[in-house]
């Protein structure tokens, strides 16, 4: 295993962990109030570590073991945290694994660099989440009160979504029109996701500008896609898509 590095950006320590190789880097994005030391994320380091890949994962500020207050962070702030990564750490194309919320800020990023994203690859990709994954009471209670505590399947403490987050990822919604990412997209979800429709991929992939998209369904597949062949799956598409490029 990589040992923690850190970088220096918006004022904290970033955590990340590098492996050089083989390009273009493989950097993995994790999903909402996950970090780089999740089962996709491992298993992708392993694979790219046994076949020369280069890669990087890290923490987003306030988030594993990174510097920051959770709750004070915005999806510009993880955003921007990408962009500091690929900027200082990683040196020329990449291609980039969202997870969750991390494949929206996959495409974020692929808008902002488009000569250094050479592909995408979603896990349950979530853009626009602040608008979709919430009711009226929901988003009523996110303004008044400043944040929004719910029960978390995956975790014994809370799912918190804060007004700053919120009001963020309605700044940056991306599927109100053609989203201008030309790179080739590989998307991977679950039907039996409970968090994010499986068929907001089939919406992305209409969206988005690029003729090289495809949408692979995986029946009762829940949102985390990490059972051992959902992982397999996951590092085929990656290696198929590094083939490719």
């Known amino acids: 295993m990589t040992e923690i590095r850190h970088l220096s950006a918006r004022g904290l320590r970033l955590a990340y962990r590098h492996r050089p190789g083989r390009g273009p880097t493989i950097v993995f994005l994790p999903g909402y109030m996950s ?26 500020g306030g988030c594993g073991v ?10 510009a702030n993880w955003r921007d945290d ?24 996959m495409l974020l990023v692929a ?37 929004l505590e719910e029960p978390s399947p995956y975790s014994d403490a809370p799912y918190v979504t804060t007004r700053i987050f919120w009001e963020s ?19 991977l979800h679950g039907t039996a996701d409970e968090d994010v429709p499986w068929r907001l991929s089939l919406e992305l992939m209409d969206k988005l500008r690029s003729a090289d998209v495809q949408a692979h369904l995986v029946k ?26």
């Open 111 to 147: 808008l902002a660099l488009p000569e250094r994203v050479k592909g995408l690859i979603g896990i349950a990709a979530a853009p626009d989440f602040t608008s979709w994954g919430f009711g009226d009471a929901d988003k009523a209670a996110i303004l008044t009160a400043g944040r």
């Open 35 to 60: 970090d780089m030391e999740g089962g996709k994320a491992s298993a992708l380091d392993g694979w790219a570590e046994a076949q020369g890949r280069a890669m990087l994962r890290f923490d987003y």
């Open 169 to 187: 990822g309605e700044s940056l919604k991306l599927l109100d029109g053609e989203i201008g990412i030309d790179c080739p997209v590989r998307l």
């Open 220 to 245: 009762q597949g829940d949102h985390r896609l990490s059972r051992d062949e959902d992982i397999d799956l996951l590092i085929a598409t990656v290696g198929r898509l590094l083939e490719h490029l």
């Open 66 to 75: 990174s510097e920051g207050d959770f709750a004070a962070q915005s999806l």
């Open 82 to 105: 990408v962009l500091a990564m690929l900027d200082s750490v990683v040196e020329g194309p990449v291609v980039l694994v969202g997870s969750s919320m991390g494949g929206w800020l």
